[in-house]
């Protein structure tokens, strides 16, 4: 018999539009043991099949059908019946753990919390689970995390925590809806490594929701398609990646930039005369004031710490990393957005660090930025034509105003924006369309430089493809150069031209896109590649992956930057590993043999 067998179910929301049937009749099973993937796009249905049968429907939702787990119904119960079983038998992980665990609370005093109301127990008991729980999902120093609240943990411990409240009943379901999309590479293969293992000790059926392809070849035995509310294909993991019968399947898989196949960068001939931004040894320091002493102290953080770089023109530059890296505090800086605290920029040959804002107001126009939220980047009491318009005016005042709405006109048709939309405001478009405004609106006056922030990392896979795409076409039009900043090493190599990748504030490796993938020679670097999961199961199941032990050290710690050349940290902890040419362009900062530097943190980690 099915652990969890769902039958004919329908979601339908009232709305003042009328009502919306977010779910329609679908069926689905899940074995003991088993991890199904159930994919699809935003608005597909994924999340709110799984709200309803843990009977978290917002209040205008209503379901019918049937869902019942070890042949108890699910669906429609009574708040004191679905606690029964939800928390002990079956338990949930949220996409954001930072909004599910309760912020005036320790991680302990949640974590015991569970264990009083579903397993009657407390004390020193209680505390002995909860700490053997965080440490097997490798929570360093469990025994000082457990005291310690939420913000003060990462986004990838939190996530662990919340890993770890949900197994401490031993449940037999667990539901994790994108559970691993705002993490960084390493620490998302962490996590998927934590569910795969707790699936087979503990023999735990895993209902899992994404959007990724890749995860899903990592984890899933078998994967569900959803789309508009409906299952369009379901079947094993090899037959549905390798014969996908649905025409939405196969857009699903070929629109997911995959780093071992990279679609073609626009030519570019590199040339030293050709470089139209140098940067040379910029520095960014903040003071942080921590807990010390009667008033604390200062300690610096050097977010960007002696970095190097030129860029060409028609050239894009991938920046890649981990959160807290220093990739958005050296865009910003590029721009005098955040003033540098020593080094060049020189930008067309002239210097403009420590210009102040109305020396950089003439030099705006060909230096532009497109973000990750585009909704929180655009003026919410602004339409989107207004939106685009507003460069124009500052730049092409000349301009008459049917003229100005023709630019503006044109530019929305060239980025797929309906002209029909030209009096919308931003909550009234999706975000991929709203992405698009933010295009358009850095694109209208033929920059020379665009700084893509994290520009495609909160879109739908199909999206993410067609604003690539359409990111590549302005380059080949326009000779544009970009700095194109991810987590995505996927979407930075199909991308980008070259590609720097950077550890606490400082460049480990910059090399050609190809090279990058093909011969990465600093550990950090291997690391990040062997932790991106590609679309394929067959691959994904004897890949090795190369897994540093330990947490991503503090930026505050003075010798963190050394992490990866353990033989100088004792000796002097202030030095900086120095960027030597490996090759040509191949530019590689020094570094300790992977197993020295593994055996090392071991030997931490063990005292």
Request: glycine fraction near 6%; aromatic fraction near 4%.
């Amino acid at each position: 018999m099915a652990l969890l067998d769902v039958k004919n179910l329908s979601i339908t929301f009232e709305t003042p539009d009328g009502d919306v049937e977010a779910v329609k009749g679908i069926n689905l099973s899940i074995e003991p043991g088993e991890c199904l993937g159930i994919v699809g796009e935003s608005g597909s249905g994924k999340s709110q099949t799984m709200m309803a049968i843990m009977g978290l429907l917002a209040k205008n939702g209503a379901a019918t059908g049937s869902a019942t787990f070890n042949g108890q119904e699910m669906l429609n119960v009574s708040v004191a019946e679905a606690n029964k079983v939800r928390g002990a038998d079956v338990a949930m992980i949220f996409q954001d753990p930072l909004t599910s665990l309760t912020p005036h609370l320790t991680v302990g005093q949640q974590m015991r919390e569970v264990l009083d109301v579903h397993r009657n127990l407390s004390g020193a008991e209680a505390k002995k689970l909860c700490l053997d729980w965080l440490e097997r999902v490798r929570i360093p120093e469990a025994k000082h995390r457990i005291d310690q609240y939420p913000h003060q943990l990462s986004g990838g411990m939190r996530q662990r925590v919340m890993i770890a409240m949900a197994m401490l009943c031993s449940p037999k379901l667990l539901i994790a809806d994108e559970p691993t999309t705002a993490l960084d590479v390493t620490v998302q293969a962490e996590i998927l490594d934590l569910m795969a293992n707790l699936q087979k000790e503990e023999n735990t059926a895993i209902a899992l929701i994404t959007h990724d392809m890749g995860v899903v070849a990592r984890m899933c035995d078998r994967v569900a398609v959803m789309r508009h509310g409906e299952y369009v294909e379901e079947g094993q993991i090899d037959a549905l990646f390798h014969n996908p019968q649905h025409p939405y399947t196969r857009m699903l898989l070929d629109a997911m930039p995959r780093i071992d196949r990279p679609h073609e960068a626009a030519e570019v001939t590199l040339t030293q005369s050709e470089n139209i931004l140098n940067v040379k040894d910029m520095n960014v320091k903040f003071d942080i004031r921590v807990a010390g002493g009667l008033f604390g102290k200062k300690l610096p953080l050097r977010a960007v710490d002696g970095i190097s770089f030129d860029l060409a023109r028609g050239e894009t530059l991938g920046i890649v990393g981990e959160s807290g890296c220093g990739k958005s505090t050296l865009a910003r800086a590029v721009l005098q957005l955040v003033p540098p605290t020593t080094g060049s920029v020189l930008w067309m040959g002239r210097e403009t660090a420590g210009l102040d804002r109305q020396a950089m107001k003439p030099l705006r126009k060909d230096l532009q930025i497109v973000l990750q939220d585009p909704l929180a980047s655009l003026n919410p009491r602004m339409t989107i034509a207004a939106s685009i318009a507003e460069p124009l005016k500052t730049f092409q005042a000349e301009l008459s105003s049917n003229e100005r709405m023709h630019k503006v006109a044109e530019m929305m048709e060239r980025v797929g924006l309906d002209r029909n939309m030209i009096n919308r405001y931003p909550h009234e478009l999706s975000g991929g369309q709203n992405q698009r405004v933010g295009i358009a609106r850095a694109m209208i006056n033929r920059p020379e430089l665009v700084i893509c922030d994290e520009a495609v990392s909160a879109l739908d896979v199909s999206i993410q493809a067609q604003i690539v795409a359409l990111l590549k076409e302005f380059q080949t039009d326009m000779g544009l150069s970009m700095m194109f900043i991810s987590h995505d090493l996927s979407v930075v190599r199909d991308i980008s031209h070259r590609i720097m990748v950077l550890y606490l504030g400082r460049v480990v490796e910059l090399a050609d896109r190809d090279t990058i993938y093909t011969n990465p020679i600093h550990p950090y670097t291997k690391s990040l590649i062997s932790a991106v999961p590609i679309p394929d199961p067959r691959i994904e199941r004897t890949r090795p992956r190369i897994q540093l032990p330990g947490e991503l050290p503090s930026p505050l710690d003075p010798g963190a930057g050394l992490r990866f050349l353990p033989s100088k940290r004792h000796c002097d902890p202030n030095y900086r590993p120095q960027l030597n040419e490996v090759a040509p362009g191949h530019w590689v900062a020094e570094h300790d043999s992977l197993e020295e530097i593994m055996e090392t943190e071991a030997r931490q980690l063990a005292s």
